[in-house]
């Protein structure tokens, strides 16, 4: 059973920063590229980035330079670093892995920027 438990969300100002945090199974963690996807009210999900088995990240345009994916394998997490916040990056976050061509998604955790 594939198991994506985020954490981390909040209030935040804008121009502050969260770190959110993703935590899966050994096996899922150690085998696939992890994402994460978010979604604001009356908009479709989108991506913001992921990361790579090998640590090689991707970012969404509307975050790059802002927002730092990395994992810690000892730990099988993985992070979503957010600085410079902005309102528009008021959404609920989510954690999502590719198994076989199965979509797994984490609970999501909201963010809010205030302005």
């Known amino acids: 059973q594939v198991q994506l438990v985020e954490s981390g969300g909040g209030l935040v100002q804008a121009g502050g920063s969260l770190r959110l945090s993703c935590a899966a199974s050994?096996?899922?963690?150690?085998?696939?590229?992890m994402g994460w996807y978010r979604q604001a009210p009356a908009k479709q999900r989108e991506l913001v980035g992921g990361?790579?088995?090998?640590?090689?990240?991707s970012y969404g345009e509307s975050v790059k330079g802002r927002f730092t994916i990395s994992r810690d394998d000892a730990k099988n997490t993985v992070h979503l670093q957010m600085n410079s916040l902005k309102p528009e990056d008021t959404a609920v976050y989510y954690c999502?892995?590719?198994?076989?061509?199965?979509?797994?998604w984490g609970q999501g955790t909201q963010v809010t920027v205030s302005s």
């Open positions: 990361i790579t088995t090998d640590g090689t990240t």
């Open positions: 050994r096996s899922i963690f150690s085998r696939n590229r």
């Open positions: 999502h892995v590719d198994v076989y061509g199965v979509d797994f």
